[in-house]
């Protein structure tokens, strides 16, 4: 990024001042922020999507965006993106304007959208060579570059393999590689594991702290707040187009006073899953099964869904 | 970070072209396509042939010249070009833009570097690119039909130039048309009532129109795309170079003579077809802005 900028040069007045004035200098230091919203407005027709929006995502992290559908989440991405204008407010993205130079955001950003769907009839190393042209990356790099999308998502040696004979999984797959085609620096995804089965989601998380390894920023989106909280170092939930809570999963789930899902499975196998208030009564649980001689071979704490959360209502009128 | 300049030269148009190209020719509705497309040229001629060499009419004898024959046959041909790439076009036009966006994968090439002019002319490139694939295809047909005589390869080329710039304003229609749907069947309804309107309305207000010497207006079939065709190619030999046996009812004549009703003596540099380009050029225009600025209008969900 930029180092440090200075405005104004030192000895000379200001533009327009009619009397020498004191030197003035102005030290605008660089956007730390990966994401940074304010007052962040956006519609899709009548409805108001983000309603003046404050979040800042920062850097080298993996951001998780919670909501349910209709929260924002993938406008905001979109935004971020460049995607979509926002009606009103600030948005900045690495530091850069989107609005003003929406070029420069989408070479440091990869974008995957959702619903994402690939083209038919389309071998896999002439899609992303197809990207990696749309994206401006040397031609002599394309070869190698495949090779190693492919490996990192675990789709070796499958570049002729159609578009259209690929699995949902797999398909969702190549989209994330897609986006990393250009080395981006901020990576958004919307709901990437949306369809994937949990080798493909434990797949894809992995790649994505491979990428925070080497000093990416990743922000994805979810419906499935256990998700997040697993694989995100901070989260943001939002709702009606605004942020109710932003933190690290464990404390923001705390703060927004969720039941706790216990979950304790036997040991012939089945599984119970318990509800209870706070730490006091799961200690009183677990004392009451172990007293009841029951065979307990687990005893874990489920993180709850956005649906177990008290989630403050909607202003009435907001959308 | 944003003082450098992106790459676009590298990018302008070609990925999406070089997609929609192996898209549209591996899947089956572009061989498909191509074969309906020939036989259809395959019958129409055979038809022509057996009409021009056949009995079946009373009061009629049959033709023995090949000249004449070669002429009915080139003249069929290209309206059956022209004809062929109002439909044809479309079918794989409509589906560049609005099939993208049902798909959703229009989305990730907004995103790149390529400019939505890029992304339209990237489509505009794999249409023109299965227009020239159709007129190819159709060429041997207007080989056979030199080669019996009776039609010139000036006549016959702009039959076919004409055939092809009118199926590159299809595709422009069509573009723009997709740009502004969500859904391919919508798109290609669409593009057909728009084609539909310019072919058919123009025969409706010819018959409908009426002069003070009781004619009607023919100027108004110059919006037709098949008698701006067929005026092309009488153009060359200016609307009288057709071998007498043939200029009843051979169907470039026909139209010729229609168009230039009262005016016989037309040479190639009184025909009327250079306007009809020009608005066609302006038309087409017209639609890729549309078309651009219809890509620029996709949004997040």
């Not at chain 2, 038809?47 to 049959?62: C, S, Y």
């Not at chain 2, 079918?91 to 939505?116: Q, T, Y």
């Not at chain 2, 067929?230 to 057709?242: F, M, Y």
């Amino acid at each position: 990024m930029t180092g440090p900028v200075i405005a104004g040069r030192p000895g000379q007045p200001p533009r327009g001042a009619t009397t020498p004035g004191p030197v003035t200098a102005r030290i605008l230091l660089p956007d730390q922020s990966a994401i940074r919203a304010s007052g962040l407005v956006a519609r899709r027709g009548r409805t108001t999507v983000l309603d003046e929006l404050d979040i800042t995502v920062p850097r080298s992290i993996c951001f998780g965006l919670a909501g349910r559908p209709g929260s924002g989440k993938s406008m905001l991405l979109a935004a971020a993106a460049t995607l979509q204008r926002p009606s009103l407010g600030e948005l900045s993205v690495l530091g850069i304007d989107p609005a003003r130079d929406p070029l420069a955001v989408r070479r440091h950003v990869g974008y995957l959208p959702a619903p994402f769907g690939l083209p038919a009839n389309l071998r896999l190393d002439e899609y992303l060579c197809a990207r990696a042209a749309a994206l401006g990356v040397p031609r002599d790099r394309w070869e190698a570059l495949v090779e190693t999308l492919l490996n990192l998502v675990g789709l070796a040696g499958r570049h002729a393999v159609r578009t259209e004979r690929l699995s949902p999984g797999a398909r969702q797959l190549v989209g994330v590689a897609a986006t990393l085609v250009h080395d981006p620096t901020l990576v958004l995804l919307d709901e990437p594991t949306r369809g994937l089965d949990e080798r493909d989601r434990a797949k894809l998380w992995n790649l994505l702290h491979r990428l925070l390894d080497v000093g990416r920023t990743v922000v994805v989106s979810s419906r499935h707040l256990p998700e997040l909280a697993a694989g995100c170092q901070e989260v943001a939930m939002l709702d009606s187009g605004k942020v109710l809570a932003q933190g690290a999963p464990g404390p923001l789930v705390a703060q927004l006073g969720g039941a706790r899902r216990i979950r304790a499975r036997l040991a012939n196998g089945a599984v119970r899953t318990h509800t209870v208030a706070d730490a006091a009564a799961q200690a009183a649980l677990l004392r009451k099964l172990v007293l009841a001689d029951v065979d307990l071979v687990e005893f874990a704490e489920v993180p709850p869904e956005l649906d177990d959360l008290s989630l403050p209502e909607p202003e009435p009128g907001a959308r | 970070m944003s003082s450098a300049k992106p790459e676009r030269s590298r990018a302008v148009g070609r990925p999406i072209a070089s997609i929609g190209l192996r898209t549209r020719m591996r899947g089956v509705v572009g061989p498909v396509v191509v074969v309906v497309w020939l036989v259809v040229l395959g019958a129409i001629t055979a038809a022509v042939w057996l009409h021009e060499t056949g009995t079946d009419q009373p009061f009629r004898q049959p033709r023995t010249d090949p000249a004449a024959i070669g002429r009915a046959i080139g003249q069929w041909w290209i309206i059956a070009t022209t004809v062929g790439v109002l439909v044809l076009v479309p079918v794989v036009a409509a589906g560049c833009i609005a099939g993208a966006r049902e798909h959703h994968s229009l989305a990730p090439w907004r995103v790149s570097l390529l400019r939505p002019r890029s992304i339209v002319g990237g489509h505009l490139i794999t249409c023109a690119a299965f227009v020239l694939l159709l007129a190819a295809v159709a060429t041997p047909i207007a080989a056979l039909a030199w080669g019996l005589g009776g039609i010139g390869p000036a006549e016959l080329g702009a039959g076919l130039g004409c055939s092809v710039l009118t199926g590159l304003v299809v595709a422009c229609v069509a573009l723009a048309v997709s740009s502004l749907t969500r859904r391919t069947a919508t798109a290609l309804l669409c593009t057909y009532l728009l084609l539909g309107l310019l072919v058919g309305g123009s025969a409706v207000l010819h018959a409908a129109s009426d002069r003070s010497d009781g004619r009607p207006v023919d100027a108004v079939l110059l919006a037709n795309p098949v008698v701006v065709g067929a005026d092309a190619a009488a153009s060359t030999t200016g609307h009288r170079g057709a071998p007498r046996a043939a200029a009843a009812d051979a169907p470039i004549d026909h139209l010729s003579r229609l168009v230039h009703r009262g005016n016989h003596a037309a040479g190639p540099f009184d025909a009327a077809w250079p306007t009809t380009l020009a608005a066609a050029a302006l038309l087409a225009l017209l639609a890729l802005l549309v078309a651009d600025l219809g890509v620029r209008r996709q949004r997040a969900r």
